[in-house]
C-alpha cells in the first residue's frame, strides 16, 4: 500500500513540476541554455509525501561552448564591445540546463545594483515567482493527492 501510494504522489508531485516550469519558462522570455531544467521534485522515502524547489547544484554539469548570437549590423558600421570577454564570462555562458539554477534565483530574488570600474551594470527586480507559482500547484497537487488516497482507499476497502 505504501509503494503504491508513494508512486501516486511522485506522479502528482512531477505533475506539479511541470506546472511550475511551465512557469519558469514564462518568466524567462529568452532562455537558450534551458534553467528551466533546474526545478526540482523529490519524494521521500520516510514519509508520504514530496518538494518542489530550484535545484542549488553543487556538482557542475558537462560544459558547452554556447556562443551568444551577434547583434545584425550593416557591414561597413563601426563599433561594437572592443572589450574582450573575461574567463567568468565564458564560465558562465558555458552553463547548460540544470546547472543554470543561480538564473532563476536571480530571477525570484532580484539582485542589488552592481557597479564596475566599467560603470553601472544595473540590477535585477525581484519577481518573487517561484514562492507563489509553486504554492499555487503545490496546493493544487495536494489536492489531488487527498482525492487520490481517498479513491485508493474507497477501493481497497471495496474488495475485502
Do not use: C
Not at 539582485?111 to 564596475?116: A, C, I, L, M, Q
Amino acid at each position: 500500500m505504501k509503494r503504491h501510494l508513494q508512486s501516486a504522489i511522485r506522479k502528482i508531485v512531477n505533475e506539479a513540476r511541470k506546472r511550475i516550469v511551465q512557469d519558469a519558462q514564462g518568466i524567462l522570455e529568452n532562455d537558450p541554455r534551458h534553467a528551466y531544467k533546474a526545478v526540482r521534485s523529490s519524494v521521500y522515502k520516510q514519509i508520504l509525501g514530496g518538494q518542489v524547489n530550484i535545484l542549488s547544484s553543487r556538482k557542475r554539469g558537462a560544459p558547452t561552448n554556447y556562443q551568444r548570437p551577434k547583434k545584425e549590423r550593416p557591414e561597413n558600421a563601426r563599433g561594437g564591445n572592443r572589450r574582450p570577454r573575461s574567463y567568468r564570462t565564458m564560465q558562465l555562458d558555458s552553463y547548460e540546463g540544470k546547472d543554470r539554477g543561480f538564473i532563476l534565483r536571480f530571477q525570484n530574488a532580484g539582485t542589488v545594483d552592481r557597479e564596475t570600474r566599467f560603470g553601472n551594470r544595473g540590477s535585477l527586480r525581484a519577481r518573487h515567482w517561484f514562492g507563489t507559482s509553486s504554492a499555487f500547484h503545490v496546493q493544487q497537487a495536494v489536492d489531488e493527492t487527498v482525492e487520490m488516497i481517498e479513491n485508493i482507499l474507497q477501493q481497497e476497502f471495496q474488495l475485502q
